[in-house]
């Protein structure tokens, strides 16, 4: 089942059928069982395929209310490798090498809701950034229970350079306007994500692959339910909260985005994130 939130309502679609709810979206979500409570007889379409596709294509928005969004870090190896390398002349290296392995996971405030951009939406690099990549990460909604209701996918946009001169740069390289995307819907299974789940990040530059990957979300170190624990440890989320769960495909130390350049993520059985990448316009 996936849940679309568009300006013209949210709609759900099940086996390629529609309906459209115009329920509060922060208490929609929220709901104890999401897929039960969705799938629950009583919501007959209400929109053929035809108009809810075109709806979705013409007027879709990132699916977030009210919620923060949080990241995990160094969920798998070649995230560790990555960040150990770039960060060797800090003398930051040994950290990434010891929250690998280290009971309690790496997790970072990334976004409040208003920068986040949804599908072909643009997102952002830093102007004072010299190396830039985006972080294709299967993203959880997790209800104000604690409990893991969906899946989305998830861009967390990073500055390689600032975070690489030093680990205290975190924040600045990982939050800026517009550095995580979300879309293009709200996956909601009625069992967890399979762990063959695939992840697929293609880079175009003037039309051009110049970056592609797979990655199976089988090869993260930590599970998902853990990643949750560990967030909703000391922190409450009344309307619930996104959580990023790491990258695993991280193009080669020579490559860094350009203004222009699309980003297409692609998760089974959820869809295609594609974000166009830009500087901020000047205000
Ligand atoms: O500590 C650096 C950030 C790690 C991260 O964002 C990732 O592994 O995806
Ligand atoms: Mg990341």
């Not at 986040?116 to 229970?145: C, F, M």
């Not at 998830?154 to 550095?179: C, F, V």
């Not at 530059?205 to 990655?215: A, D, L, W």
């Not at 199976?216 to 560990?230: D, H, N, V, W, Y």
Request: hydrophobic content about 35%.
């Amino acid at each position: 089942m996936r849940l679309y939130k568009t300006s013209g309502g949210i709609i759900v679609e099940m086996n390629n059928t529609f309906y459209t709810t115009n329920e509060d979206f922060d208490t929609l979500v929220n709901r104890d069982n999401l897929y039960g409570y969705l799938s629950s007889p009583g919501k007959p379409a209400t929109i053929t395929a035809e108009d809810a596709k075109q709806l979705i294509q013409s007027s879709l928005l990132p699916p977030i209310g009210t919620q923060e969004v949080w990241a995990a870090g160094v969920t798998y190896l070649r995230s560790r490798d990555a960040r150990m390398e770039e960060s060797k002349e800090s003398g930051g290296a040994t950290f990434y090498d010891k929250v690998y392995v280290a009971e309690r996971p790496e997790l970072f405030f990334k976004s409040l809701p208003h920068r986040v951009a949804g599908h072909e939406q643009e997102v952002y690099i830093r102007k004072d950034s010299k190396w830039d990549v985006p972080e294709p990460e299967l993203t959880l909604y997790i209800n104000s229970k604690g409990s893991i209701q969906a899946y989305t996918v998830g861009n967390d946009m990073s500055s390689r350079s600032i975070e690489g001169e030093n680990p205290l740069y975190l924040p600045q390289a990982k939050t800026y306007e517009r550095s995580a995307a979300l879309g293009p819907c709200l996956y909601i299974p009625e069992q967890p994500i399979n762990p063959d789940t695939n992840i697929h990040m293609v880079i175009n530059r003037n039309g051009k692959p110049i970056f592609e990957g797979t990655i199976k979300i089988s090869q993260m170190k930590r599970t998902l339910p853990e990643l949750a624990g560990f967030l909703f440890r000391e922190m409450d989320f009344p309307t619930g909260c996104f959580l990023m769960t790491g990258t695993c495909l991280v193009p080669d130390n020579d490559f860094t985005l350009q203004p222009g350049d699309s980003v297409s993520i692609s998760i089974d059985e959820i869809g295609t994130l594609t974000n166009k990448v830009v500087y901020r316009p000047v205000k």
